[in-house]
């Protein structure tokens, strides 16, 4: 069943069409991955989901219901969370805060009280592998953990629908590998992921089907197969093998 259903979404901003009348639909329990060459419109798409940004035109649909005009913490109550590229704690807050606070705002069960948020919190920081960091300052983490708190307070938001922008930007191997696995664990748990990363393999790997956005618009979608194999794929990335360039990359190429 499609949990989320986009259609035609548009952002313009002023002569530049940043997300061009792209649509989709996800599954319950999928993960897509979103990729595109820099200035695709990736993040851009994102920010249309979670609201920050009013789309020029299209609907979004999401478990049902139209959100198109409702407003972030409206979405974020209906299940729509998300991570940052840049992680963006609450850095004069403790570890266990940072998550008890979206404990709170995202309405989970049972959570009314402080107190039982804090412990609810302490469930996520385990789930996400970071048991004992409670009350460490969020200035303490590493880049890694860091990444952990933003994946920690996306779950504590009572989310179904997850939207990690570029999840593992700045890791280095073993921790892209411990991330990408709990990435898996946390959709096997039933939440439904949309996930813009730049390694490819990372990407290839952990994806049930992927959308390809180049110009702001969907150049091509499909399984992590069939993507590799696509020759327009490719062409946006590389440009053409006989010296010519994409559309793309000739819009990106250096003035001689
Ligand atoms: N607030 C804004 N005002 C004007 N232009 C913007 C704004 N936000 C994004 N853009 C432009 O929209 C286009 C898409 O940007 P976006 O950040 O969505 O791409 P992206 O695919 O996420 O890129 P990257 O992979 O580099 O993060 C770019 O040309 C960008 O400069």
Redesign the pocket.
Known sequence: MAILHVSELTKR??G?T?VDSVSMEVREGEIIGLI??????????VNLLTGILPSSEGTIQFDGRDITRLKPHARCREGISRTF?IPQPFVGMTVEDNVATAVLFGHEPGCTTVGNARRRAQNFLESVGLGGMEGAPVGELTTAGLKRLELARCLAGNAKLMLLDEPLSGLNHSELKSTLSLIQEIRDTGKTIIF?E?IMPAVMSVSDRVVV?AN?AKLAEGTPNDIQKNPNVQRAYLGDVDGTVGRYAAARRAPA
């Open positions: 901003f002023g530049l940043a595109g060459p820099n200035g695709a419109g990736k993040t851009t798409f590229q813009i730049h956005l702001g």
